[in-house]
């Protein structure tokens, strides 16, 4: 699994997988243009919709109403490091039995980023300068 990150100026970034694209930008009040969600809300984002496909794939499975399946997801920010420090998934699903309730919470609870994040990973960064830079 990879994404490419372009930078497209200012704090303007473009991201592609697969062919889709989406912008990541900053409000005004940061330097940006507002053009594209921040890191961190697409953080939220990644979250909230993986909680959703895992609740939606319980659902379908026991062919339960997921058309009006919605998911809300908040953070708090943290210092010291600078983090979101704690996150909030709220799953919205009208009209489920309450004996699914606790089905869907622990579907949504397998989801892969849900995971990533309890179970902090690896991150290995690295810089490198490619030398065709240098011959220009």
């Known amino acids: ?14 991201a592609s997988a697969r062919g889709h694209r989406v912008i990541c930008d900053q409000p005004s009040g ?9 890191p961190p809300e697409y953080l939220l984002v990644s979250l909230g ?16 109403a997921h058309g009006d399946l919605e998911v809300k997801v908040s953070a708090e920010k943290a210092t010291q490091p ?30 892969l ?6 179970h902090a990973p690896a991150i290995e960064t690295v810089v490198s300068t490619p030398i065709e830079a240098y011959a220009l």
């Open 1 to 14: 699994m990879e994404v490419t990150i372009q930078h497209r100026g200012d704090v303007k970034f473009e």
């Open 30 to 38: 940061n330097g940006g243009s507002d053009s594209g969600m921040t």
């Open 49 to 64: 919709t993986c909680a959703g496909f895992y609740a939606a794939q319980y659902l379908k499975a026991r062919s339960l």
């Open 82 to 111: 600078a983090r979101l420090g704690q996150f909030r998934i709220e799953v919205i699903v009208p009209g489920l039995d309450p004996q699914h309730q606790a089905g869907v919470l622990r579907a949504v609870k397998a989801c």
């Open 113 to 118: 980023i849900h995971n990533t994040l309890i």
